[in-house]
């Protein structure tokens, strides 16, 4: 008699940590050479399977790859957890959005971690990883810096939809809450094709996990107070599953008043929050499965008032003064000029069509709306009028298809078309528009192929964007005239990664990047007084678009089995970078003298290297070092690139304690942060020197209890634990006064 080969082989692939199921996990059987793509509740299967021996291989982004062998004589079924490869530096759950890569490097914040941080904003939060910096204009508006880039150089995805809004000014902070987050990953090669044109630097990814079937109402309130500043932030989150679909609402309130240096207020710095964020999600049947997702972002920020000066004198004396002027010896919650007003809206609905484990269409909206109002200081009592009042809508469309090829192939491939209008409201601000009106097309495509053969990993892949850009421009010259500019760019992004896995304990990447990245609005016409940097920006409608490689080589793995480590080395080369310039001369204003900025081009070359270690000593004590490097360079001029983060590194000592009946993840730690004088820069390039170098002490405290069927979380930490008079190179606001002193910062959270 023949083998009866209809025999079923299935599973379920889950986080070892979190046990969440894992959508979108790569299952391959070496003897049947097949593949099967996890299902959103982490559920594969393979049929017309005879008895025998069998291989099977799970991969999966971010996860340590798996192969396990298997004596089937029945129907089998089975459940796979999968580790995260740096597990110890950081605990990974589960990414959405499939066409992340495991040969990409990659750090990420896991959803403790983002509940620890999210109060100091999204920037604050992600700046504690390896490579990852924060360029700023105070405590309350930051934005990130992945290996020297920023801005329109690194793309954030806030639930599957690239952030759009006023991303162009050091002063502008991302528009999204981090508590929405369930993870937040930060991708550092330049082959992330799939989130647009534009990732000369890297992706920061703000996902969201799918709600869990649970017919019980789960979900926490936290409360965190800050010293510095007597923040106060409220966080509740709830989700259920009901018959009709699973939900989940996010609502964040906070409210910070003028933060502190070491020994003086710095007046009007507060800043306050309303955010408010839905899912919805329903599996209509094994096939279609539905996701909208409502975000509001609502916030009004100070601006140091001692920053926005009258005239060219009391700018040069500001420069050089150890006090900022204005200074009140007092704290305040009060919120007057210069300040930002911003509001934010995003609309997403995500439909993913699973036809068989071999494909998936997919069909994602986006709309955003952002309102950006700019207050600066003005006669007449005029100071509540705006100065400067911008609104941005942004519709965005996405097919994808992903299919599994020839049983050995994944391929990704999508169409995209996004709309942006900008408009500005020149009747409510009576000034010139910073930034003129105008309208952009954007048509993209993309395919991505990717495999696995033995212990390599593999992938490809190609980009095309065509804009059309449409601007309304206001002459520079007198008398003033209406100016219109049509502009048509077409750019290319090519990538390739390789991953070879040693053995169990060591991977080496290799990822290739060549992006095309067109001039943005601001950098082609910026013209007169922006606001929140408190100078002069001209634009240069001659720029052509930037041409971007670069190369990064990443290795990492186990650690003498009692740790991990993640060693990256990159090099990029930018033809054409694209920077703002000091002019080193200074322009009277209706407003006042400020420094004249203009855009200008030039060639560039980054390089560095980034260190993540994290060993256990026994059972209970953990260090976890990292370490950043860096050198920017323009290479046309033989000049250091100004703006550029400082070396720096990171020591974390923590001490775990055995869970109790009562308590339990207790921990305590020690960290220490030493940031080098930024000494690659000439001395002329900048309106003042480079701050000294600095080192700040921190601590932390943590424990869990429970609470009935709930759990009681405790936190105490320190920033700052000497009172550290520094400055940092990246903070805009250290040409007129010193950075943070201690902030101690307690939070509560029940779970439930």
């Not at 019980?216 to 509740?236: A, D, E, P, R, V």
């Not at 000029?337 to 911003?342: D, I, M």
């Not at 560095?608 to 026994?618: C, E, K, P, V």
Request: net charge negative.
């Amino acid at each position: 008699m023949g083998q009866n080969c209809d025999l079923t082989l299935s599973g379920n692939v889950v986080d070892a940590h979190s046990r969440q199921e894992l959508e979108d996990v790569t299952i391959y059987c070496t003897e049947l050479k097949k593949t099967s793509l996890s299902t959103s509740a982490g559920d594969f299967q393979f049929t017309n399977v005879c008895p025998g021996d069998y291989h099977i291989e799970l991969n999966s982004f971010g996860y340590r790859p798996i192969s396990v062998y298997l004596n089937i004589q029945k129907d089998t079924s089975l459940i796979f957890q999968l580790h995260s490869i740096s597990e110890l530096i950081n605990e990974v759950e589960l990414h959405e959005e499939h066409e992340v890569s495991v040969t990409q490097s990659s750090l990420t914040l896991s959803k403790n971690e983002v509940d620890e941080l999210g109060s100091k904003g999204l920037a604050q939060a992600i700046e504690g990883l390896s490579g990852v910096s924060s360029l700023s204009n105070g405590d309350g508006i930051a934005k990130p810096v992945i290996h020297g880039l920023w801005g329109n150089r690194v793309s954030i995805i806030n639930n599957g939809i690239a952030q759009s809004g006023q991303q162009w000014g050091t002063d502008h902070a991302p528009e999204i809450d981090p508590f929405v987050a369930d993870q937040i990953s930060i991708l550092k090669g330049a082959s992330a094709l799939a989130y647009g044109g534009n990732s000369l630097g890297g992706v920061v990814l703000i996902e969201q996990s799918l709600i869990p079937d649970d017919p019980h109402l789960h979900g926490n309130i936290s409360y965190t107070f800050q010293s510095n500043g007597l923040g106060n932030t409220l966080n509740t989150s709830l989700e259920q599953a009901k018959n009709w679909g699973r939900f989940r609402i996010n609502i964040t309130g906070k409210i910070i008043g003028d933060r502190k240096s070491p020994y003086y207020f710095l007046t009007n710095t507060g800043n306050r929050e309303s955010n408010t964020a839905l899912s919805y999600q329903k599996q209509v049947n094994s096939q279609y499965l539905h996701r909208v997702y409502y975000s509001l972002y609502n916030t009004e920020i100070g601006i140091l008032r001692g920053s926005h000066i009258s005239n060219s004198t009391d700018l040069e004396s500001a420069l050089s003064r150890d006090e900022p002027f204005f200074t009140q010896d007092y704290f305040s919650y009060t919120i007057e000029a210069p300040k930002q007003r911003v509001q934010h809206h995003l609309v997403k609905y995500r439909g993913d069509w699973r036809f068989n484990d071999h494909h998936i269409l997919q069909f994602k909206y986006g709309g955003q709306w952002n309102n950006r109002n700019e207050f600066d200081v003005r006669r007449n009592g005029r100071s509540d009028s705006p100065a400067l009042s911008l609104l941005q809508i942004n519709q965005f469309f996405e097919l994808k298809d992903i299919s599994i090829v020839n049983e050995q192939w994944l391929i990704e491939s999508g169409l995209q078309y996004t709309y942006v209008d900008n408009s500005n409201d020149n009747g409510t601000t009576g000034r010139m528009p910073l930034i003129p009106d105008y309208q952009s097309h954007k048509t993209s495509a993309f395919a991505i192929f990717k495999n696995t053969y033995d212990k390599w990993a593999f992938e490809f892949g190609g980009r095309a964007d065509y804009k059309d850009l449409f601007v309304l421009a206001i002459s520079q010259t007198v008398p003033r005239e209406i100016e219109k500019h049509q502009h048509y760019f077409l750019n290319y992004s090519l990538s390739g990664g390789l991953s070879y896995l040693f053995n169990k304990n060591l991977n080496l990447k290799l990822d290739l990047g060549y992006v095309q990245r067109q001039p943005e609005v601001n950098e082609l016409y910026s013209s007169g007084l922006h606001q929140g940097l408190a100078s002069v920006e001209y634009g240069n409608p001659n720029l052509i678009a930037e041409n971007s490689f670069k190369a990064l080589l990443e290795l990492e793995g186990s650690l003498f089995q009692n740790g991990t480590f993640q060693v990256v080395g990159y090099y990029q080369n930018i033809q054409d970078y694209i920077y703002l310039k000091p002019t080193g001369t200074y322009e009277i204003t209706i407003s006042g003298s400020f420094p004249v900025f203009i855009y200008d081009q030039t060639n560039a070359v980054l390089y560095g290297s980034d260190i993540s270690l994290a060993h256990n000593f026994g059972q209970h004590f953990q260090t976890i070092l990292q370490a950043s490097f860096l050198k920017g360079n323009d290479i046309s001029d033989n000049i250091p690139l100004i703006f550029m983060p400082a070396n720096n590194g990171l020591l974390k000592l923590v001490y775990g304690t055995d869970d109790g009946q009562k308590w339990r993840n207790t921990r305590f730690g020690l960290s220490g942060k030493y940031v080098a004088k930024q000494n690659h820069l000439n001395a002329d390039q900048d309106f003042a020197l480079p701050p000294d170098a600095y080192f700040l002490l921190g601590a932390e405290a943590r424990t869990e209890t429970n609470l009935g069927k709930n759990k009681l979380g405790l936190s105490l930490s320190a920033d700052n634990l000497l009172n550290t008079v520094y400055r940092d190179y990246l903070n805009r606001q250290r040409y007129f006064a010193d950075d943070l002193g201690i902030n101690i910062q307690l939070r509560i959270g029940y779970y439930f």
